[in-house]
């Protein structure tokens, strides 16, 4: 076995990540007096409906008392903890106006009240879906009566806020007797009530109560009472169809739900799976919200792009699932409810056309938490759009109210948003971690380290591995010398397993070459050798003729194709070696993303590659589109995205294992490897931006390109990925597609990581 | 008159079973060793706790070699000698078992305890196969091997996932 040491190949630009997590603690808290009222008072609340977070507690609700009041009776229904489905929606991001300020002021609550902005927001007529207003009538029906005192706190409360008016009044009490029971019932004292108003940011203009309550008992008797007595208790609501709608503006709110009532509902899905403690389904329906409201801003926004994963998301799981609804564009009927106001509108308005352009059935679960959640998303979003608009002061604002927020979730969604919020403050505050090379001592061994870590958490480096080994393996069939070409070696865990499946293989093992690309390591260890070294000792113990050699080169461009083909003969003895040709491989496991951060990297590599003549290229990426369109739009897809990844990491095997201190370190480890990747897509730019992720679509079109064939990936590969997550805890979540001669393995229906082998096109 | 009858039963016993003969089991331990080679890895690790030779027997690597075969899905049946070699370099068959075979086996069953109602693209794929049973073993085997000076290496995790319990949610 001949070992070389590594062999520095130039200095190239390979960047470097370093980033240490820093937690954005927002200082905003104390001024949330909203919020801590809140919790303190309604528990079931939570602090989705504190105020908005951050904003401040009094600041820019100018909202109706009725929402709170239809808040509060769904929250007074028996069982759970209702969330305020109208201080949720309130925190929906605004459609981009022509005035920015606006825009965020219709955001979460800022401090700064616009009276006169409110009182547009309350004339926007009819520019509401109604789908979250219609949740919340039923939840009027089933609450019963409600109690006019607290009623009357609320009213006294709302008078405290600048543009309110007197409240309904007696008018709409009749109507609103019932709504106003539950909110109330949840401990809304004075002090409260001016915090509830706010929080829950309904707007109603002071002269439509009148008409609105009128509508919403005509709503009331619409829906009848025979669907929502049998609903007692909130559980079953959430079981039930309804559909989260924001009740913000209520006089659109009610005309849409009146509109609605009329024209014959639509096919209901099946009722989640609520579990309130079951993290999953929150995240599921914190990866559904985004899209909900995306699909709204494609209305109302400039056109955005829509994502496709979408598409088969399981009905039964999602708060805001069904499929065919959210792949429709928005239907007649969608359209119908959709109602574009020029004035600006509601902050909920371009939420409540999200929830309706996605599907008027859709089965909502109102928690706080939930809420909390789906306000979080409403968050980063606006806030990504505020970065992108340079609009330095609101995305301050926001991304204070993100940390908030997110401290409110648990699981993945807490750290999903941490993360993403701790990138936006980066690239707000233009504090980056310095990256390139020779930026950290430890930062290529801590890569490492972290590298480690998401391998043994979770299948989908195992699946890579395993994938490009069966590849190549079926390559090299026949074949006496080959050689692998690794263009990221780190600690050669993929190895192993070739060199047993090639000891055992009929015929016995061919002589087996190995050359590893990895990074310059800063402390001059050469972990390369000691990587080779390994792998020697255990080519040895299985009789595997063995043979290594380590590169180091700060970028893969830097490769040449002699470097990688040379010195083919010189541990060789005997002509009759030499007369058979080498077969090759070629193996990148994440690795060519990078190279797309500086121009023609990739072009360089992919010729490099193409004149080692290789019998098989494996290509191994993430499934995501984090290179192409704006800063908006590659903060959405990759926060769908890390949703994503996160919680396979949360329900899969790591999450049954965190009282095991390993098992507990993986997961977390593997949260601050992803985070950093997350910094990445988000915080930096230009050639700092290495984790440039694209799709298989992508690929294909640069590999065909390039000069290269898709070489289709066998059955064995399928069944052995297969078997292979049968074997990971919460194995049920994970799904291996197979797509045009390639493999992709994601959680439930949204392929994460796609494997594909490639040959040079035209055939040797 | 016990003593008496015992006798007597033991003869009556003995011209009784003329036609059988006794096989103390404990004579013959290649006898003994087929008969293990049939259980599953935990009876046969439990059968281990019997006696010495119980004992021995039961760590005989071609114990555990039948052991494995008969729980895996093997899928190619050529190279049975090439198999066993590198089982062997690479710790045995009945570290095999113990490391990968065995709580992939559970894992399984456990997640069939849940119900038939699984995914249908994994359910075709309810089984271990040799092959990967043994990549997972080589990777093992790998994390454990020494580094260069016998730097500090981490313990090996790769197969920490199959030891985890599994997520019942």
């Known amino acids: 076995m001949g070992r070389r040491h590594g062999e520095k190949v130039g200095a190239g630009g390979r960047v470097v990540q370093e980033a240490r997590p820093q937690r954005i603690t927002s200082p905003a808290v104390t001024a949330n007096r909203a919020e801590g009222n809140l919790t303190a008072s309604e528990q079931d609340a939570g602090p989705g409906g504190g105020g908005g977070g951050g904003g401040g507690g009094g600041g820019g609700c100018r909202r109706g008392p009725d929402e709170r009041l239809r808040d509060g009776d769904s929250r007074a229904s028996p069982s759970c903890a209702s969330a305020e489905p109208g201080s949720l929606l309130s925190s929906m991001p605004e459609p981009p106006r022509s005035d920015p300020n606006s825009m965020i002021h219709r955001l979460l609550p800022v401090p700064d009240p616009v009276p006169t902005k409110s009182q547009n927001v309350l004339s926007g007529p009819d520019c509401d879906e109604l789908p979250y207003k219609k949740n919340i009538s039923r939840k009027f029906c089933g609450a019963g009566s409600g109690s006019s005192s607290s009623w009357r706190r609320l009213q006294s409360g709302s008078m405290k806020r600048e543009h309110q008016g007197d409240w309904y009044g007696g008018a709409v009490e009749g109507g609103e007797q019932e709504k106003g029971k539950g909110m109330m019932g949840v401990g809304a004292e004075d002090e409260d009530v001016d915090e509830l108003l706010a929080a829950l940011g309904y707007k109603v203009r002071s002269s439509d109560m009148a008409d609105v309550a009128q509508k919403l008992e005509q709503a009331e008797m619409a829906m009848g009472t025979g669907i929502a007595a049998s609903d007692d208790a909130l559980l079953s609501h959430l079981a039930a169809d309804t559909v989260h709608y924001n009740p913000s503006d209520i006089s659109t709110w009610v005309d849409n739900l009146l509109s609605e009532l009329n024209a014959p509902p639509p096919p209901l899905s099946p009722p989640p799976r609520f579990d309130d403690s079951s993290s999953l389904d929150r995240q599921n329906r914190f990866l559904e919200l985004p899209l909900v409201t995306r699909r709204a801003s494609a209305e109302v926004y400039e056109p955005m792009p829509v994502p496709a994963p979408p598409a088969g998301r399981a009905t039964g799981r999602f708060a805001f699932g069904s499929d065919s609804q959210l792949d429709v564009a928005p239907s007649p009927r969608d359209s119908k409810r959709i109602k574009f106001c020029s004035s600006p509108p509601s902050s909920s308005s371009s939420t409540t056309d999200a929830a309706t352009s996605a599907a008027s059935p859709l089965p909502v ?9 789906i306000r979080l998303v409403h968050a980063l979003l606006a806030c990504a759009e505020a970065v992108q608009q340079e609009n330095l002061k609101a995305s301050d604002t926001l991304v204070k109210q993100i940390s908030v927020l997110a401290a409110s979730q648990g699981g993945a969604m807490r750290k999903v948003a941490g993360y993403f919020a701790e990138a936006l403050a980066r690239r707000i505050y233009r504090r980056l971690p310095r990256v390139g090379v020779g930026s950290s001592f430890d930062s290529v061994a801590f890569d490492d380290m972290l590298h480690m870590h998401f391998y043994e958490s979770g299948p989908y480096l195992k699946f890579a591995h395993f994938t490009a080994n069966q590849a190549i393996l079926e390559a090299f069939a026949g074949c006496r010398r080959v050689h692998v070409i690794d263009f990221g070696m780190r600690q050669g865990l993929q190895w192993p397993a070739l060199l047993q499946a090639l000891a055992l293989r009929p015929g016995g093992p061919p002589s087996f070459r190995l050359t590893g690309i990895g990074p310059p390591q800063p402390d001059n260890s050469d972990a390369l050798q000691e990587v080779g070294w390994k792998l020697a000792q255990l080519a040895e113990t299985i009789r595997v003729d063995f043979n290594y050699r380590g ?73 995501a589109n984090h290179n192409a369109g704006t800063f908006q739009e590659r903060f959405t897809e990759a926060l769908h995205y890390y949703s994503t990844m996160f919680d396979s990491l949360e329900g899969g095997a790591a999450a049954a294992a965190t009282a095991d201190s390993a098992g507990g370190r993986d997961l977390t480890m593997s949260e601050v490897y992803l985070g950093r990747q997350i910094c990445n897509v988000v915080a930096h730019e230009g050639a700092d931006r290495t984790e440039r992720h694209e799709t298989l679509a992508q690929w294909r079109g640069r590999m065909t390109s390039a000069g290269f064939e898709s070489a289709p990936i066998g059955s064995n590969a399928f069944k052995q990925a297969s078997m292979l997550l049968a074997l990971f805890a919460g194995g049920d979540g994970y799904r291996v597609e197979e797509r045009e001669g390639c493999l992709t393995l994601g959680w439930h229906t949204r392929p994460l990581i796609a494997a594909s082998a490639w040959r040079i096109a035209g055939g040797p | 008159m016990m003593m008496l009858l015992l006798p007597h039963r033991e003869e009556e016993e003995e011209g009784g079973a003329a036609g059988r003969r006794r096989f103390p089991i404990n004579d013959n331990a290649d006898l003994l060793a087929e008969v293990l080679g049939r259980l599953d890895g935990r009876s046969l690790a439990v059968a281990g706790c ?58 399984l069953a456990g997640v069939r305890r849940q119900g038939p109602a699984v995914s249908s693209s994994s359910s075709a794929a309810r089984h271990v196969s040799l092959s990967l049973a043994l990549s997972l073993f080589s990777i093992d085997c790998y994390e454990r091997l020494g580094g260069v000076g016998g730097r500090q290496q981490q313990p090996p995790a790769s197969l920490l996932f199959l030891c985890k319990p599994v997520d019942v949610s």
């Open chain 1, 365 to 373: 679960v109102v928690v706080d938490t939930q809420e909390a959640g």
């Open chain 1, 551 to 623: 590169f180091v080169a700060t970028s893969l461009a830097d490769l040449e194709p002699y470097m990688l083909l040379g010195q083919d003969t010189d541990d060789r003895v005997g002509a009759d070696d030499i007369d058979e040709p080498e077969a090759v491989a070629v193996n990148s496991v994440l690795e060519l993303h990078q190279l797309l951060a500086r121009p023609g990297s990739l072009e360089k590599v992919l010729r490099t590659v193409r004149a080692v003549r290789p019998r098989i290229v494996t290509v191994v990426e993430q499934e």
């Open chain 2, 50 to 107: 019997v006696c010495r030779l119980w004992s021995a027997v039961g760590r005989r690597e071609a114990v555990w070699e039948a052991v494995c075969h008969r729980h895996v899905a093997v899928g190619r049946a050529g190279a049975a000698g090439g198999t066993r070699s590198v089982v062997a370099a690479l710790g045995g068959y009945r570290r095999l078992y113990r490391l990968c075979i065995g709580p992939a086996l559970d894992r």
